[in-house]
């Protein structure tokens, strides 16, 4: 059985309302609302928000081409001539896609690498057009944006950005 948790919380205050199923199961150890778990694609959000604050300090453009950032470009085969904004990654309308593991950067596959085949790419839709695809391939570029500007690594910049800011307890 996976473990179920949930609070409740307003400005003041977070209240377990629900925890059920073993933190670990091999000593048993029930779950509790102070056991840290894996947030998945909430890590997105803070994503963004750390990208804002970036935005914010005038060190990153939503609409500027990522290619610039990066020091390398960063094309769908299909339209070669449309740049990918920071705007469309962050809104999945970059047209890349990661249908079964295509979303992986395996260890030794460099992510620029992985953007070369061709597999990843919507050959369909052009980057910034109306069509929506959530993609987890996105937001590693947005990570190497980051660390291109900041010169930290990604969990680290987002730590400063989003994370202590916030007062979170948590890390990437």
């Not at 779950?31 to 750390?50: E, F, M, N, Y």
């Amino acid at each position: 059985q996976p473990a179920t948790v949930a609070v409740r919380f307003d400005r003041t205050s977070i209240t377990p309302a629900l925890a059920e199923g073993l933190a670990d199961r091999t000593t048993g150890r029930l779950v509790t609302a102070d056991d840290p778990v894996r947030i998945a694609s909430i890590s997105k959000l803070v994503t963004a928000l750390g990208v804002m604050r970036l935005v914010d300090q005038g060190k990153l453009n939503l609409e500027r081409d990522v290619s610039d950032y990066l020091g390398w470009r960063v094309r769908n085969p299909a339209f070669p001539e449309k740049p990918i904004t920071l705007n469309m990654l962050l809104s999945h309308r970059s047209s890349l896609i990661d249908g079964s593991e295509l979303y992986l950067v395996p260890l030794g596959v460099t992510l620029q690498d992985r953007l070369a085949d061709r597999r990843v790419w919507d050959a369909e839709h052009p980057p910034g057009s109306d069509w929506f695809h959530y993609t987890n391939l996105n937001f590693p570029l947005v990570a190497s944006v980051v660390e291109r500007v900041t010169g930290e690594r990604f969990d680290v910049a987002m730590s400063r950005l989003a994370l202590k800011p916030l007062k979170l307890d948590a890390c990437f």
